[in-house]
């Protein structure tokens, strides 16, 4: 079972919606992740938080608007999306720089789509 | 030249054979090198790390050619649970967060 928990696990939304997507880690991480994944292809990075400071943003639509409230907890807030932004959202955390160790703990995703 | 490439099989492998994939990196400066598994509609997971000494883990073995630029992953004796996408890892030089990640071979084993 993985120690990183991702809220909704499915989500339907029209294009005028604003929600949310949620995450919490309890294992002390201090790196947060929003990835986001389409079908057959690998993780992209979308968001970096480290130290609940947004460290990296890989020039990610302003539609997509992270949130680190806290250490354990990571929001997207999704406001306006288009339909090819339907994908599957992981949230992923790490003891340190993905450098040193290489492993993220990922979420089981959120599930999006967008009529 | 894509800076991770992988074969996208799928590989076909009936159970109890030993089957091989290899990855490519572009940057030869990179230092860390990763195996993730995902199986279909889950969350990637980390499989094992590449060192420059080749490392084991029971039936998996992953292997770094710094020469030549490649890892590799073998798995003996594959089971049916071994069916999932590998997908190939590289830490660039230059970034504390950021990986680069291959696109994923598929591994099908068959009864």
């Known amino acids: 079972d993985t120690e990183v928990t991702q809220t909704p696990k499915h989500l339907v939304m029209g294009m005028t919606n604003k929600k949310s997507l949620k995450c919490e880690q309890h294992?002390?991480?201090?790196?947060m992740y929003w990835y986001k994944q389409k079908a057959k292809k690998p993780p992209e990075l979308m968001f970096v938080y480290s130290y609940e400071k947004l460290s990296i943003n890989e020039s990610v639509p302003s539609r997509f608007s992270p949130e680190c409230p806290n250490s354990s907890l990571l929001n997207l807030h999704l406001h306006a999306l288009q339909p090819e932004d339907s994908a599957l959202y992981l949230c992923?955390?790490?003891?340190?720089?993905?450098?040193?160790?290489?492993?993220?703990?990922f979420g089981e995703g959120s599930r999006l789509t967008v009529l | 030249r894509k800076e991770v490439e992988q074969d996208p099989g799928p590989f076909n492998v009936p159970e109890g054979a030993t089957v091989a994939f290899n990855c490519t990196y572009s940057n030869s400066a990179s230092q860390s090198f990763f195996w993730y598994r995902q199986d279909c509609r889950k969350e990637p997971k980390l499989l094992m790390s590449?060192?420059?000494?080749?490392n084991e883990d029971g039936r998996f073995t992953a292997q770094l050619n710094r020469a030549s630029q490649y890892i590799s992953l073998l798995i003996r004796d594959s089971k049916l649970s071994d069916s999932a996408t590998y997908l190939c890892?590289?830490?660039?030089?230059?970034?504390?967060?950021?990986?680069?990640w291959g696109a994923g071979t598929k591994l099908i084993i068959k009864p």
């Open positions: 294992m002390g991480h201090r790196a």
């Open positions: 590449v060192y420059s000494s080749g």
């Open positions: 992923a955390s790490s003891q340190a720089p993905t450098m040193n160790t290489g492993e993220l703990f």
């Open positions: 890892v590289v830490a660039p030089p230059d970034s504390n967060y950021q990986l680069i």
